[in-house]
């Protein structure tokens, strides 16, 4: 997908980046939705079905809170104090609960940033109205995709793999990413119906 976006640039450059971003979770469920959706899109966004613009607006959230969560989780792996200044050990007994701040942290920001970069050059806003409505567009949005992808996870880690193979999986397996697929999915579909609405009233771009 990387390549075909160098070849075939998005009409909104910072799809290049969530497109890619977003096959960390989808697959090739989410490549087989570019293919039909995301790489021939009309130039009229009106023709673009609803179901569909939610779709790509919940990628947009998706791209950022999975490239954050992906950071986060990796920097407080390899550098176990990171997870310290976010409250292990002072705020909570459990290291995971500590990166989740973190990771939530840098979705968030990665989340406003990549909305800053739709939402400006299409309302010619400056860096400080950009900013405001990006917050405004995307701040339920990756709240909603936070809370879908920490519910899963925290199933996933403290039920299913300890009740299957007597432990949680650590960030360093496969089992720990396979399992963080499954739960970047919950998050999309609690975050689809927030940015149905968001996109309804206007509040967040057709995209």
Avoid at 73 to 82: D, N, T, Y
Wanted: proline share 5%; glycine share 10%.
């Amino acid at each position: 997908m990387t390549i075909d976006v160098i070849r075939r640039p998005q009409k909104m450059a910072v799809m290049n980046v969530v497109w890619p971003a977003s096959m960390l979770f989808g697959g090739l469920l989410w490549f087989g939705g570019y293919l039909r959706w995301g790489r021939t899109r009309s130039q009229n966004d009106e023709k673009t079905p609803m179901p569909v613009a939610v779709a790509t607006g919940t990628n947009h959230c998706g791209a950022g809170c999975a490239l954050g969560d992906l950071v986060a989780e990796r920097v407080a792996f390899l550098i176990p104090a990171v997870a310290v200044v976010f409250g292990w050990g002072w705020l909570f007994k459990d290291k995971m609960f500590a990166v989740w701040i973190l990771d939530f942290i840098l979705a968030f920001g990665l989340g406003i940033i990549f909305q800053y970069f739709a939402i400006a050059p299409m309302r010619g806003l400056n860096l400080h109205q950009g900013l405001i409505e990006a917050l405004k567009a995307d701040a339920a949005s990756i709240t909603s995709w936070q809370i879908g992808m920490y519910g899963a996870m925290a199933l996933i880690q403290l039920l299913l793999f300890p009740a299957l193979f007597g432990g949680r999986a650590p960030v360093n397996s496969p089992e720990f990413w396979f399992a963080m697929q499954w739960a970047m999915l919950l998050g999309f579909s609690t975050a689809y119906p927030v940015n149905w609405l968001l996109i309804h009233v206007g509040i967040k771009e057709r995209m």
